[in-house]
C-alpha cells in the first residue's frame, strides 16, 4: 500500500501529468474567481479533452482544477461579498465584514491557510479511508441521512444569535428557508409545488441565484449607501497576510475540526459543499467560549473564515470517496468525473482500492499539489486582491452587478434565475434591516429537500423501527446537544456574572 | 416609524406563510405533509414576531449572527441612497429584459459610472468596454451560453 | 425617413429567409447550435457535446457546432424555444427529453409545441430499460418474480422516471411482487441503497446499470422492447402481457425509448436541410471514431432515422383514449 502511494506521487510528477494538473489548476483559478461559473459545470466542458489521455494525466487535469475552485473562490466571496461559488457563501458573513474594516488581506491569509490545511486533511482522510472506506459508507443508510439533516438544521440554534427575539426570528429564518426547499416537483409524488405557473421553477432554485442575490445585493447596497470604497476603514492594515497565516495556525485545533466536519459531509453522497461550509461555520459559532464571544461572529471574527474555509476544501477527499469505492458519486460534480472513469477506460468500485490503488493515490496526490500551488500563487497576489478593497465603490459597483447578474444567470441559462436573484437580493436585504439572521435561512433551503426525502423512505422501508438504528441514536443525541448549547451558555453565563456581582458587593 | 416597517415585514412573511400553507389544501398527503409540517410553525413564529414588532417588545442585545447594514449616515441619506442602489440594480435587469443581455452590459456599465459615479467620459467608456469584451469572450465565445433576445427586439420583429 | 426604414427593414425580413433556401446548403463558416434541454453533465449533454464534436465533418462546410444548455420543466424550456423561437435555417437543432411526448399526450401544461411537426433528425441511440435485483437474491425469472416472497423491495426516484413506472406497471400488469420506494435523488443513490441492504433492486436505463451488473452487484430480470446486443436475450414485458391492454400499456411506456435521444430541427426546416442532417447522422452512426468514443462513453449507437422517429411519435400520439386514461395513472410528467 505504500507502495503505491509513492507510485502515486511518482505517477503525479511526471512531466506530462504535471502539466495537465498546472492546465487544470490554472483554469480552476479563475473558475473559483468567478461567480456562478462553477466546478461542476466546467468539469463537464473539460471532459472531452481527456479522450487521448492516460488516466493519471486525466485525473490530474480534471481535479486539479476542480479541487481549487473552493480555494479561490473564497478569495470573492471575502473581498466582494458575492460567494465565487455556490459552496464559498458562508466566507461572506466574516470574511467581507474583515474586508470592509480594512483587514481584507488578514482575512484571506487566514482563508488560503485553512483551505490549504483543508485540502490536506481531506486528501489524506481520503488515503487512510481507502482501506475502510467500504464499511464507512454502507453504515449510512435512509435513516441516518435524515438524522444528518436533522442535526444540520439544528445547527440553526447556534446561528441564530443571542437573547430570545434573536432565537425566534432564526427559527423563522430557518423555517422560511425550509419552505424555499418545497418549490419544485415534490419527491415522493412528483407533483409540482409553488411553482407559481412557470416552467422555470420546475427543478426547484437554483442555489447559485440564491445565494448571489440574497448575500451580495446587499452588500452593493450598502456599498453605494457608504459612498465609500469596501474597505471604509484607513487602509493602514489592509496587508497583514502573515497575521492571517498566524491566526489560523493559532486556532488548529479548529481547522482540524472544520475539515473533519468537511470530509465527512463530502463522503456522504448528496448533502455536498453547500451544506459542508455552513455547518463548519455553525461548528466554529459553537466552539465559542460564552455569549458574549459567539457575539463576534457576523462582525469580522477569523474563526467565521477559517471554519467554511477549510471545510469547502476538504470536502473534496471526502466527495471522491463513494465515488471511487463504489462508482456512486456524491455530488454532481462526482457524476460527471464517474463519466470521466469510463472515458479513461477505469471502472470505479473495489478494483480501484486494489488494481488501479496506484491511480486512486494520484488522485489524492493531486489534490495536494493543486492546492499547495494555488495557495502559494495566491499568496503571491494577496496584497494586490486586497488593493481592490480600496478602489472606490462608484467604479467598482456596476462591475460587482454585472458579475452577480452573469453569475447568477450561469444556473439556467434563464431570466428565471435573474428574477430569482433580484428576489433574494430584496428579502436578504430587509432581513438584515431588521436584524434576522441569513444563515439559518440558507441552511433550510439546502437541507429541507434531504430531509423530506428521507424521512419519507425510512418511514417506508423501516416503518419506525429506525428509531432504534444505533447512528440514528448518536445523531438524536447529538441533535439533542446542538440545540441545547445556546441556551446552557447562556445560562451559564448568567449564573457567572450573578456569582460576580456578588461577590463584588 | 421603524417599529411599523419592522411589523410590517413581518406580516408580509407571516402572509405568504399562510397562503404557503392554504395551497396545500387539495393536494396529495405525500406533496402536502412537507409543506405542511414546516409551514405551520412558520406561521405561527412570524405572528409572534409580528405581535411582538407591534408592541414594541424590547429587542434585547438585538444580535443576530449575521453582518450588519452601516448606520453612520443620517437616515434620509441612507433611505435615498438605498432607493436609488436598487433601482439601478432593477435597472439592470429590465435593460437585459428589454434589449438583451450583450447589449444592457455595456450600457449599464457607461450609465452607472458616468451617470451616477461621476466619472470621467474616457474612464467611463473605457470600462464599459473591458466589461463588454469579458462579458463577450466568456460567456459568448467560450461557455456559448443562450441569451434570449431583447424584448423590444422581438416586438419590432412582429 | 420612417417609410425608409421600414423599407430597409422588410427587405432584410425578405432576404433573411431566401438566403436559406439556396439550392444545396453549405455550412462554411457557419455556427450550428444544438440546445439541449438538461444542464451540463447529464447523459443528453454529454451525447450532445460528443455529436457536436463529430457531426461538423458529415456536414457539407464543416461548420462549427456548439451546445448550448437550457434546462427547465423536462426540457420543454428548450422544446418550446426550438419550436416557436428558433429560425427553420438548420443552424439550430434541438436535443430533448424521450419522454415529450408523453408529456403531450398527458396534456402537460406549458406545452407549446407539436411533436409531430419538428423536423425530426432522429435519434443516435435507444435507451433500453431494465428491471434488476440484486443479485444474492434466489429469484432469477419472471416466474420468481411473482413467486417472490416477501416482497422484492425497489428504489425509485419518482413518478415520471423510469425507476418508478416501469417496477409500478410490472406489479400492476405482471404481478411482480415488489414493493415500491420513492423518493431517492438519482439512480446511482439506489444502487448505493442497494449495495447496503435497504432496497433489494430497481429498474433504469441499461446503460445506468450496465457497470453495476458486470460488477456483480445487480441482475437484470427483464426488459423493454428497445433493446441492446449486450440485453437481447432477457424477456421483453409487451411479450408477457397478460391481455391486449396491458400490452398497449407496456408499448406505450417503452416506445420512446427506441428515440432515446431525440434530435430534431424547427419546424418548416427546408427539406434540402433536413434531409442534409438526416444524411449526416446516418454517417456520422457509422463511423468508427465516433462509434469508438461512443463506447468509451457507454452509448450503444444504434440509430433511428427521423422518418422512423416520425412514425413513433405518431404511434404514441395515436393511442387509444381508454388506453392514454390508464396510462396516466401510472405516469407523471412532472
Known sequence: ??????????????????????????????????????????????????????????????????????????????????????????????????????????????SLTASLFGALIGAFALALAIPLVRPIVLAFGSPEFFMVSILGIAAIASLSGRGPRAMLRGFLAGCLGLMFAAVGSDPQAANLRYTLGTLYLWEGLGLVPVLVGFFAIPEIVDLAVRGSAIAGAPSGRLSGVLQGVKDTMHHWWLTIRCSLVGTYIGILPGLGGAVAQWLAYAHAVQSAKDPVDRERFGK??????????????????????????????????????????????????????????????????????????????????????????????????????????TGSYTNNNALGDLVVTLFFGLLGYFMLRFHWPRAPLVLGLVLGKVAERYLWISTARYGLDWLGRPIVLVLIALTVLVVALPFIQEWRARDRMRRETAHAT | MRRNAQALFGLVILLAGIAAVVATRDWKIQTAMYPRVVGIPLVILAAIEVVLSLRGAPEGERQAVDTALSETLPPDVTA?????????????????????????????????????????????LVLAGVAWLAFELIFDRVLHLPFAEGLLLQILRR | MRAVAVLLLLALIAVLPAQAQQGAPSFAGRTVTIVVGYPTGGGYDRMARLVARHLPRFIPGNPTIIVQNMPGGNSIVAANHVYNTARPDGLTIGAFNRNLVLGQMVNVEGIRFDMTRFAWIGSPSAEATIFAIRSDLPYRTVADMQRADPPVIIGATGPGASTYDFPLLLKALLKFNVRIIPGYPSGTDILLAVERKEVDGRSGSYSSMKAAIDRGLIRPIIRTRASVPDIARLPVDEELAPNARAKALFALRSVPEIIGRPYVLPPATPPAIHQMYINAFGQMTKDREFLAEAERSAFDIDYTPGDAALKIVREVLGAPRDVVRVFTQFFNFE
Open chain 1, 1 to 110: 500500500m505504500l507502495e503505491a502511494f509513492v507510485q502515486g506521487l511518482a505517477a503525479v510528477l511526471q512531466w506530462n501529468a504535471f502539466s495537465f494538473m498546472l492546465i487544470g489548476v490554472a483554469l480552476g483559478f479563475w473558475v473559483g474567481l468567478l461567480p456562478g461559473l462553477g466546478g461542476s459545470t466546467t468539469l463537464a466542458l473539460l471532459l472531452p479533452f481527456i479522450y487521448a489521455m492516460q488516466p493519471v494525466q486525466a485525473f490530474a487535469f480534471l481535479l486539479g482544477m476542480h479541487s481549487v475552485v473552493a480555494t479561490t473562490g473564497d478569495i470573492t466571496s471575502i473581498l466582494f461579498g458575492i460567494p465565487g461559488e455556490g459552496t464559498t457563501a458562508a466566507s461572506i458573513l466574516d470574511g467581507h465584514e474583515m474586508a470592509k474594516k480594512g483587514e481584507a488581506g488578514r482575512a484571506l491569509g487566514a
Open chain 1, 300 to 405: 469580522g471574527d477569523v474563526r467565521g473564515v477559517i471554519g467554511p474555509g477549510a471545510a469547502n476544501n476538504s470536502k473534496e477527499g471526502g466527495d471522491l470517496i463513494p465515488t471511487v469505492a463504489f462508482g456512486i458519486p456524491g455530488s454532481s460534480s462526482m457524476a460527471i468525473l464517474l463519466g470521466g472513469f469510463f472515458l479513461v477506460g477505469l471502472v470505479p468500485g473495489p478494483d480501484m482500492l486494489t488494481r488501479h490503488l496506484a491511480v486512486t493515490y494520484s488522485m489524492v496526490w493531486t489534490i495536494i499539489l493543486a492546492n499547495i500551488i494555488t495557495v502559494g500563487v495566491s499568496f503571491l497576489f494577496l496584497n494586490r486582491l486586497a488593493q481592490l478593497t480600496v478602489i472606490r465603490g462608484t467604479v467598482l459597483i456596476p462591475f460587482l452587478t454585472l458579475l452577480i447578474f
Open chain 2, 80 to 124: 435615498r441612497r438605498t432607493r436609488v442602489a436598487f433601482t439601478w440594480i432593477v435597472g439592470f435587469f429590465l435593460a437585459i429584459v428589454l434589449i438583451g443581455f450583450p447589449a444592457a452590459v455595456p450600457l449599464f456599465m457607461l450609465a452607472y459610472l458616468r451617470g451616477q459615479g461621476r466619472e470621467s467620459w474616457a474612464l467611463s
